[in-house]
């Protein structure tokens, strides 16, 4: 057939529904007196296929019923071709068309209404993945079409970020609080980078992959990023950014798509996600949001046909909140540490690491306590009677103390102590390789008043909470075990002081205590374990990294030449490893379970929010997978996958 043989005549490309929204609408382009090729081409610029209605109405009409007799057959969206001679039309071959991620569910929630699909046939077809996309900030397309991407990084937080630009925490946090929009610039991020990133719009690195410390807290948040942008060449000194001959100084603007990984020059105009802003803003209601109706109706299918909970990684009350907003039912990943960076408290940890006895460590740990007791006490507010798994302190002691003299200066002279004092005790806590050093269970070993001083926060909050008539159902988690005395040590002195607690403040507080499988030989030793170990969380973060002998920050200068050869098939660290860390898992699993038949299983590694990962957890027999708050959807739509593929 020939599209070309004059007025009468033409080609075109439509969609059956429109791929970007999902509405229920002819959507394309066509060309008068053209063959299809033209269309796509480019040389010539097409019509909206809607101006079919004037310049030929018939042909309109029969596309028209060409659609609906398409969805009936094949029960989808379809992307079809056409052609026009001399007034009659001809189809020339159909697909079922890409779609958005909203659109995705759009379609699907709407074809169930229309009887077209099942609400099983809905959750199977639409990518869990794709769900991020509702949720998140996007960039005004026409505000993206006048801007050029001057770098790519790893897309880390889904969603766009415009903002100043500011190289440290303290500066960030300080221009947010001036009304700013800011954007937080750094090489890598450390926890001393907490705050500033709380405040900033989005996070931009020039290291580290997609479980960086970057990658991993900005999703927690809900935060936008962009990390190991390795072309960035940041020079704190003069607090300038240089990419491709552009230079970038303190306070320009520079706009990041987290979903993309693109990098754009200046301030681009954004738009937010109406399912936040019904859930987290509240400056909406659901009967203003179609796609928050949509997004409604599909979690409900959702959670009437999963068997496993998903809970969220949450370390603040008000990220409690957003989780319990998204559907958690409960927190699996507390992380202690992060709390250490609100206010003042920061100094009473250094003042505590500065320690030169245990007397001194004892009062230094009296001034957080008071903290940690109000952090736990908002945490168990706001989960209303969900369960809290708490981990212990985690991190490696120098990751809290400044290491410039600048910094060293200003702590020593707040405490009241020699700067001699704070450069020598920096100097005792540097390891050659912190990740396998004195962190997780072994810094509660060899300083068991820190590990009783987190137990004391717990429980005290938990007697607080539960004295006003709200259920209270502390999970404590010790880090880092592969040998089980070191669990037998901790679970000791965390009996020791709820006994304590428990009689001073006349209570009987319900608890567990667990621990978190995240190196080789707690897996293959997990029966010898499961016997003081009320459950496993999985900690797929760092199993990962000591499986396969890499580590998650700079496996970024390999892993894509691994996937190209591959070696790997996708990043490990973003998709589990089930090859590897999955047998692992399976060991553990059928080692634990043979010991202590009830022991309740959890994964709280990133891998919780990623839909394959999620798939292959509820093959294990898991009770939970726990991720941040803003994967919550996606983990729920794949938990329900699963449910209906087994």
């Known amino acids: 057939v020939f599209g070309n043989t004059g007025n009468d005549s033409g080609s075109g490309v439509s969609f059956t529904r429109d791929p970007a929204t999902g509405e229920k609408i002819l959507y394309g382009e066509f060309l008068l007196n053209a063959q299809g090729e033209d269309v796509v081409a480019g ?105 050029q991407v001057i770098a790519r990084g790893l897309p880390a937080g889904p969603g766009a970020a415009s903002g100043k630009i500011y190289f440290s925490a303290n500066e960030a946090e300080a221009a947010a609080q001036r009304g700013e929009k800011v ?36 999703r927690q948040m809900g935060k936008v990023c962009v990390c190991g ?31 993309t990984g693109e990098i754009f020059p200046g301030e ?12 987290i803003d509240k400056d909406l209601t659901p009967a203003e949001s179609p796609i928050y109706r949509v997004f409604a109706q599909l979690m409900q299918w959702a959670d009437q046909r999963r068997t496993m909970d998903v809970r969220a990684n949450a370390d603040q009350p008000d990220q409690v909140g957003h ?66 798994t708490i981990r212990f302190l985690d991190p ?40 396998l050093g004195h962190r997780g269970c072994r810094l509660g070993i060899v300083y068991p008043e820190i590990s009783e001083m987190q137990a004391r926060a717990v429980f005290e909050a938990a007697a607080e909470v539960q004295a006003a008539g709200i259920k209270v159902r502390p999970e404590i988690m010790i880090p880092l075990v592969g ?37 080789p030989r707690a897996c293959v030793v997990a029966d010898e374990i499961a016997k003081s170990a009320q459950f496993f969380s999985f900690g797929t973060n760092d199993l990962t990294q000591t499986t396969l002998g890499m580590s998650r920050d700079d496996a970024g200068s390999f892993l894509p030449r691994y996937q190209e050869e591959e070696i790997v098939r996708q990043n490990p660290f973003a998709v589990l490893d089930q090859g590897g860390v999955g047998k692992l898992m399976e060991t553990a699993v059928k080692l634990g379970r043979a010991t202590r038949k009830d022991i309740k299983l959890g994964i709280c590694g990133e891998h919780g929010g990623e839909p394959d ?29 699963a449910a209906l593929k087994n």
């Open 483 to 519: 040998f089980p005395k070191e669990l037998e040590l901790q679970i000791e002195v965390v009996h020791q002081v709820a006994a304590r607690v428990q009689k001073e403040r006349n209570v009987k507080l319900s608890y567990l205590v667990g621990t978190m499988i995240e190196i």
């Open 396 to 435: 490696p002691l120098h990751e809290f103390i400044p290491h410039d003299e600048a910094s060293q200066r200003d702590l020593a002279e707040k405490l009241g102590i020699s700067v001699d004092r704070v450069a020598r005790r920096v100097k005792e806590l540097h390891e050659f390789n912190p990740m």
């Open 43 to 147: 040389v010539r610029t097409p019509e909206p296929v809607l101006r079919l209605q004037v310049e030929m109405p018939e042909v309109y009409r029969q596309l028209q019923d060409v659609r609906h007799t398409l969805e009936s057959h094949f029960h989808d969206m379809q992307d079809f071709e056409f052609t026009v001679e001399q007034g009659r039309l001809f189809m020339l071959q159909t697909r079922n068309g890409k779609r958005t991620g909203f659109a995705a569910v759009r379609i699907a929630v709407e074809m169930v209404k229309e009887k077209l699909i099942s609400a099983d046939d809905a959750i199977r077809r639409i990518p869990a993945d794709s769900l991020s996309q509702l949720l998140a900030p996007v960039f005004d397309a026409s505000a993206r079409k006048t801007t």
């Open 183 to 218: 954007l937080l610039v750094r090489v890598e991020t450390s926890p001393e980078d907490i705050r500033g990133m709380l405040a900033a719009e989005g996070i931009l690195t020039a290291r580290g992959g997609v479980s960086s410390h970057a990658a991993l807290v900005a």
């Open 613 to 641: 990962s999620v798939k292959f957890c509820h093959q294990l027999g898991l009770a939970y997978v726990s991720c941040s708050p803003f994967r919550l959807p996606i983990a729920r739509l794949a938990a329900a996958q």
């Open 229 to 259: 942008a390795s072309e960035l060449q940041i020079d704190y000194s003069t607090n300038t950014l240089h990419v491709r001959g552009q230079n970038f100084r303190k306070g320009d603007f520079l706009s990041i798509d987290g979903t």
């Open 323 to 388: 989780a319990v907003a998204f559907g958690a039912q409960g927190v699996g990943l507390c992380r202690t540490e992060h709390m250490f960076f609100e206010g003042d408290r920061i100094d009473h940890v250094r003042e505590m690491i500065l320690a030169e006895n245990a007397d001194e460590r004892g009062k230094a740990l009296a001034k957080l306590l008071p903290a940690q007791r109000s952090d736990f006490a908002g945490i168990f507010k706001a989960l209303k009677g969900l369960p809290a």
């Open 268 to 279: 681009v105009k954004t738009s937010p996600s109406d399912v936040v802003r019904v859930l």
